[in-house]
């Protein structure tokens, strides 16, 4: 079956980084666009990037623009997200999702704290 495993999330202070790793596997991973999205306590799921199956396109959202990259390695079947200059506002539960519109399948999240 379709599995997509997170990993990298954790407590950061404000600017700090991380980066997030996802490893997919059950699936033809280089036919997916792959979406990174975040979901903070009380509010909607929202997609932060998302990166063409090739990897010569990516979309991000203007809440992260310039401060997160996203990218994947199709030879090792996962996508990574870079956040940099985090903020207190980023702290969230990020979620790997592959397919785009809709997401097709997701993984079961990495908690993202950056504390003040």
């Known amino acids: 079956q379709v599995q997509l495993v997170e990993s990298g999330g954790g407590l950061v202070q404000a600017g700090g980084s991380l980066r997030l790793s996802c490893a997919a596997s059950g699936l033809t991973f280089s036919r997916y666009a792959m979406g990174w999205f975040r979901q903070a306590p009380g509010k909607e799921r929202e997609l932060v990037a998302a990166?063409?199956?090739?990897?010569?396109?990516?979309h991000y959202a203007d809440s992260v623009k310039g401060r997160f990259t996203i990218s994947r390695d199709n030879a090792k079947n996962t996508v990574y997200l870079q956040l940099n200059s985090l903020k207190p506002e980023d702290t969230a539960v990020y979620y790997c999702?592959?397919?785009?519109?809709?997401?097709?399948?997701w993984g079961q999240g990495t908690q993202v704290t950056v504390s003040s």
């Open positions: 990166i063409s199956w090739t990897g010569n396109s990516a």
């Open positions: 999702a592959a397919g785009i519109e809709p997401p097709q399948y």
